[in-house]
């Protein structure tokens, strides 16, 4: 399943190392209905994402807070395209093992 979207680079409060893309509510309200009982630890799907021309495979993690899976950017990511906190974005993921 490919899901493209567009969001806004936020650090994570409780590490302020670690950047993420959150995704829209809405995409999470289906991922996290069809992922129902799929996930990994902490709740976490494991998907190939892309950035610009960077590619890479991580997992997406929920935050209950804000009630949406959010993607982490790691710094190659971050440096090839640009991004810095309040940076929009636009991403594609697929999850995968669907």
Known sequence: MKI???????????????????L????????????????????SLKVEARIGSVVWRTSIFPDSKLGVFELPLKLEVRKKNGLEVGSVTHAEIELLGF
């Open 24 to 43: 829209p509510k809405d995409i999470s309200a289906d991922i996290f209905e069809i992922s129902d009982g799929l996930t990994n630890g902490w709740g």
């Open 4 to 22: 493209e979207f567009e969001g806004v680079v936020r650090l994570w409060p409780a590490n302020e190392k670690f950047y993420l893309l959150p």
